[in-house]
T-cell receptor, first 113, second 114 residues
Framework: AQSVTQPDIHITVSEGASLELRCNYS??????LFWYVQSPGQGLQLLLK??????LVQGIKGFEAEFKRSQSSFNLRKPSVHWSDAAEYFC???????????FGTGTRLKVLA | NAGVMQNPRHLVRRRGQEARLRCSPM?????VYWYRQLPEEGLKFMVY????????ESGMPKERFSAEFPKEGPSILRIQQVVRGDSAAYFC????????????FGPGTRLTVT
């Protein structure tokens, strides 16, 4: 069955520290991969997406993600976290010919001053 | 260029009442998707609609839930006889035609059933 796993429910980092949020997927076909951010009480904002091509994807707000087919992973990274990055982050997967996104359960990021 | 709009943003209903959630897709988008986010969980697909057609409702509960996307006007997600377990955030997304369907999400409607 298709699934998306975000192993870390909560992550706490200090402001200025680097960040990596993990996402693993199980999908039979070539996946389309997305990272969204959700601030409390808000909707989802697309950070970045991967459809094909270069496996290192640059997004908004200084985020990047790398698609590793051999590891079925699409981890999100940021070199230096800002206090405003505190939010919940969702990884999602889609595939050609379908329209349902499969979402992970999210990782809640806390940033210490 | 307005994004996906949803209203109301917050909705409180007593058990047994009806809830109607509206979604206006982005301009030029003819595909609408509804997702539900239960507390502390990710989003779960509910239904996919095009104008006047339900394409896939495999994620919708079999009873009390229905959705439509009329020729004119917004898409509506309707929940009849709400129960406490319906309390959740309901997100609408829209896309153009094409593959892949890049979905743009609205701000959500937070339904609370008392």
């Amino acid at each position: 069955a298709q699934s998306v796993t975000q192993p870390d429910i909560h992550i706490t980092v200090s402001e200025g520290a680097s960040l990596e949020l993990r996402c693993n997927y199980s999908y039979g076909a070539t996946p389309y991969l997305f990272w969204y951010v959700q601030s409390p009480g808000q909707g989802l904002q697309l950070l970045l997406k991967y459809f094909s091509g270069d496996t290192l994807v640059q997004g908004i707000k200084g985020f990047e993600a790398e698609f590793k087919r051999s590891q079925s992973s699409f981890n999100l990274r940021k070199p230096s976290v800002h206090w405003s990055d505190a939010a919940e982050y969702f990884c999602a997967v889609g595939t050609s010919g379908t329209y349902k996104y499969i979402f992970g359960t999210g990782t809640r990021l806390k940033v210490l001053a | 260029n307005a994004g996906v709009m949803q209203n109301p943003r917050h909705l409180v209903r007593r058990r047994g009442q009806e809830a109607r959630l509206r979604c206006s897709p982005m301009k030029g988008h003819s595909h609408v998707y509804w997702y539900r986010q239960l507390p502390e969980e990710g989003l779960k697909f509910m239904v996919y609609l095009q104008k006047e057609n339900i394409i896939d409702e495999s994620g919708m509960p079999k009873e009390r839930f229905s959705a439509e996307f009329p020729k004119e006007g917004p898409s509506i997600l309707r929940i009849q006889q709400v129960v406490r377990g319906d309390s959740a955030a309901y997100f609408c997304a829209s896309s153009r035609t094409g593959d892949p369907p890049e979905q743009y999400f609205g701000p959500g409607t937070r339904l609370t059933v008392t």
